[in-house]
């Protein structure tokens, strides 16, 4: 019998071993080795546009260069003007708000707030030439600006409040001879200065990450995958894929990471399992602004001090604003710990003209989901906190006029009349304005999906997986080992385990007061 | 003073794995619950699993043994000395009382410990490996369509696991102990290392009585009186 169970024994041994020593090897180069060099690698241009007649120019107006461009590239213009790179709107199903045509063009947020009024200065980032104001002509394909995107000689710039017209004295020609695919610097220009300064919107989109390591960014690290924007932000007629949630609402042409790096990434299977419920970017985005600061809080309602009658600027010691008589004060962060949400790809937004209760925080954008919904995922996101104008009477947020072109247009930058300001930019939306005017809180969410860290750098086990103070410590709905216990079960299990060892101690002391007392009767 | 053989080689081998692993287990897993730190949370998750599955394949080779040698019938719980066995505990082990209950290879086991290890192998351990079961198998119900294990189910199911393991906790604390109330303090702890028990002389029982161990346990331990 016994050798019985020893050969059995010896069977089960040597079956797990077997087991283990099958499941270690997987033969060839780890997926994540190959996909690096597949993006390393770069395509070279298929043609040299340097010798095209039709780029020779001289070109005294950007329009001409968009006419040569669709002289070759027929019909392209109209995928562009098909985009929300071009409408800064495009139609949404905002949850309990039907279908909306939302975007740029009329959402507000809690940095500039919105474009409307300052259209010369905001459309500096519009891939168009001339949006100075409502009477734009969005039909018209050339004032589509090919050259903001596809620079490729680094010499393109548009002007600052200059409507997205090209900055003054740049040789056209030039630049519409070395064109190409979009490269970071290209997308960057906008997509990292969002809000007025680099890396103040997003927090994990920075001008650093032009050019910079797999410690920052293992995606765009030039020693890494060396990628640009838009290996992942594909684009089928010109239609980006991705979305930010500041402005979108449905769960759909989102970017996914499983797209290149399959649904069961790890070699781990109980890795893999988190991520029915937990988003690659929780554990694989630790920190965000690893490089430059961003803007966590801005505070409208300090701005318009003047020194002299002139607006100033006061810096923080780490070199960034930290008041600005035109836009307030601001607080910023470097290597920031997000926050984290249930999140299922739907967002909700506050729209112009809502009533809302300036008693609490009003967010923004709602990101939407919860532990039990099939597509909810926990995701890191930057919360952006403002106090910003509103409508003390109408209970609105207001759309100021900021810029000012001609003194005494109501644009606060050049006026700092909160008053004028709010009335000149409701009237371009068409919205009222009661006349007084207080500052509310504001949240908006930002989903963090860059600045992704290198393997040994990411969330560990006990940064969520610990009793107090844990990253996902105010993430609800489900249970969590090692956050989450039964207060109850471990006192009373605690209780008993301790009258156990006191049980233990009394009886085992006794008997030896009385094996002592039999020794001494002896 | 006699020896007796009471433990044979297989019962002694499930014993001391199943209460390395039981303790290993403990550790590791009240790591994972968060109650102390010493592995690592990602280790002590390893290591919790990997024991988890040991003590698996040795509850179920402990089952077939249990009932391939009968050795199941030891732990039927029986009223007969019950109470001279507690009443042994409660106050003639104070007075160096004889142990009410001879223990013998056919009888390891007093009243009060058949009633005990039978609850524990009924029903303690089984909640333990069950929920732990359950635990490790958990899915979440929309990728495998496993709609009666429903995500919230993970918080009675680490309820259970948690409650046998405060259950197992105790019990170990007395078992422990009681372990050093043999013939010596230690005669109880070599049994289970040897086989062979230490009696008092007055509690030898007759050598005559049929030994229920195989003969290959036997001729396994040709020196055990002696040595
Ligand atoms: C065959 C037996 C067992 C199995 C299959 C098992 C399985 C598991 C699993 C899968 C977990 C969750 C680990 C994770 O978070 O991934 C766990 C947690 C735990 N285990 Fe076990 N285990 C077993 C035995 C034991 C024993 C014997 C003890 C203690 C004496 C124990 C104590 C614990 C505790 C305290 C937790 C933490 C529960 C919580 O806070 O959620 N386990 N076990």
Same mark, same amino acid.
């Given at each position: 019998m016994k050798k019985i169970f020893l050969a059995l024994i010896g069977l089960a041994v040597a079956a797990s071993l077997v087991v283990t020593a099958v499941r270690r090897t997987d033969a060839g180069p780890k997926p994540i080795e190959a996909l690096r060099q597949t993006y390393r690698a770069k395509a070279k241009p298929s043609v040299d546009h340097g010798l095209f007649t039709q780029l020779k120019g001289p070109f005294a107006r950007p329009q001409q260069v968009t006419a040569a461009c669709i002289s070759c590239h027929n019909g392209r213009h109209t995928e562009v003007m098909a985009s929300s790179h071009w409408n800064w709107e495009r139609i949404e199903y905002v949850? =309990?708000?039907?279908?909306r045509a939302i975007g740029k063009k009329n959402v507000l947020n809690n940095?500039?707030? =919105?474009v409307a009024g300052s259209q010369q200065s905001c459309d500096k980032c519009h891939a168009g030439y001339g949006w100075a104001d409502s009477s734009f002509d969005f039909k018209d394909p050339l004032n589509v600006d090919c050259l903001a995107c596809h620079d490729n000689g680094g010499t393109y710039a548009k002007k600052i $409040? $200059?409507?997205?017209?090209?900055?003054? $004295? /740049?040789?056209l020609a030039l630049v519409a001879q070395k064109v190409g695919r979009p490269q970071r610097t290209n997308c960057g220009t906008c997509h990292a200065f969002g809000g007025g300064g680099n890396n103040v919107k997003h927090g994990d989109l920075d001008m650093a990450q032009f050019d910079t390591t797999r410690d920052v960014d293992v995606h765009l690290g030039t020693d890494g995958a060396d990628m640009s924007c838009v290996d992942c932000h594909t684009a089928e007629k010109h239609q980006m894929l991705g979305k930010a949630y500041s402005l979108s609402s449905m769960n759909r042409n989102r970017v996914a990471c499983e797209r290149c790096h399959g649904a069961v990434p790890h070699e781990d299977e109980l890795l893999n399992q988190h991520g029915y419920k937990v988003s690659c970017q929780t554990c694989h985005i630790p920190e965000y602004a690893k490089v430059n600061a961003t803007k966590m809080r801005w505070d409208w309602s300090t701005a318009g001090k003047l020194k002299d009658g002139k607006p100033y600027e006061e810096e923080d010691g780490q070199g960034n604003h930290a008041y600005m008589s035109i836009k307030g004060t601001f607080t910023w962060a470097k290597n920031v710990r997000p926050e984290y949400v249930w999140f299922n790809g739907t967002a909700s937004h506050h729209l112009l003209g809502e009533k809302f209760d300036p008693g609490k925080p009003l967010v923004l954008n709602t990101l939407y989901g919860q532990?039990? *919904?099939?597509?909810a995922k926990i995701v890191p996101v930057k919360v952006h906190r403002a106090k910003q104008i509103y409508d003390t009477k109408n209970l609105t947020l207001i759309q100021p006029k900021l810029f000012s072109a001609a003194p005494g247009d109501g644009g606060y930058w050049g006026d700092f009349d909160w008053k004028a300001a709010a009335a000149a930019g409701m009237k371009e939306v068409g919205l009222p304005f009661s006349g007084s005017y207080g500052f509310a809180e504001t949240e908006m969410n930002w989903p963090l999906n860059h600045m992704v860290a290198p393997k040994g750098k990411s969330v560990t086990c006990e940064e969520c997986h610990?009793? *107090? =103070? =844990?990253? /996902?410590?105010?993430?609800?709905g489900f249970y969590m080992p090692g956050r989450d216990r039964s207060r109850l079960l471990d006192g009373l299990g605690t209780l008993l385990l301790l009258g156990s060892f006191a049980g233990v101690v009394v009886h085992g002391g006794a008997r030896f007061w009385f094996w002592r007392r039999r020794q001494g009767g002896k | 003073m006699s020896r007796e053989y009471i433990y044979p080689a297989f019962g002694r081998f499930w014993h001391w794995a199943q209460s390395f692993l039981i303790l290993f287990l403990a550790l590791t897993g009240f790591e994972i619950h968060g109650s102390l730190r010493f592995f690592g949370y990602e280790q002590a998750v390893r290591f919790h699993n990997f024991a988890a599955w040991s003590f698996l394949v040795l509850i179920a080779f402990a089952i077939f043994w249990h009932f391939t040698t009968d050795e199941w019938r030891q732990y039927v719980p029986t009223w007969e000395n019950l109470k001279a066995q507690a009443e042994y505990y409660l106050f003639g082990i104070f007075q160096d009382a004889p142990h009410p209950t001879q223990k013998s290879r056919q009888r390891k086991l007093n009243p009060l410990q058949k009633i005990v290890y039978a609850g524990l192998k009924l029903f303690v351990l089984p909640l333990v490996w069950i929920s732990g079961l359950l635990y490790m198998?958990?899915?979440?119900?929309?990728?495998?369509? %496993?709609?009666?294990?429903? %995500?919230?189910a993970l918080q009675p199911i680490a309820f259970a696991h948690t409650l046998g393991a405060f259950a197992l906790l105790c019990f170990l604390v007395a078992h422990l102990y009681l372990t050093t109330t043999g013939h010596t303090l230690t005669s109880n702890l070599k049994a289970m290392v040897t086989g062979w028990e230490e009696m008092h002389g007055d509690e030898t029982h007759s050598a005559a009585e049929p030994a229920l161990a195989p003969a290959e346990d036997a001729a396994a331990q040709p020196a055990g009186p002696a040595r």
């Open positions: 949850e =309990g708000k039907g279908i940095f500039c707030i =919105g $409040g $200059g409507a997205g017209m090209p900055a003054d $004295g /740049l040789d532990y039990d *919904e099939p597509d610990v009793r *107090e =103070g =844990g990253r /996902l410590a105010s993430v609800g | 198998f958990y899915r979440y119900p929309q990728r495998y369509d %496993v709609l009666a294990l429903d %995500v919230t």
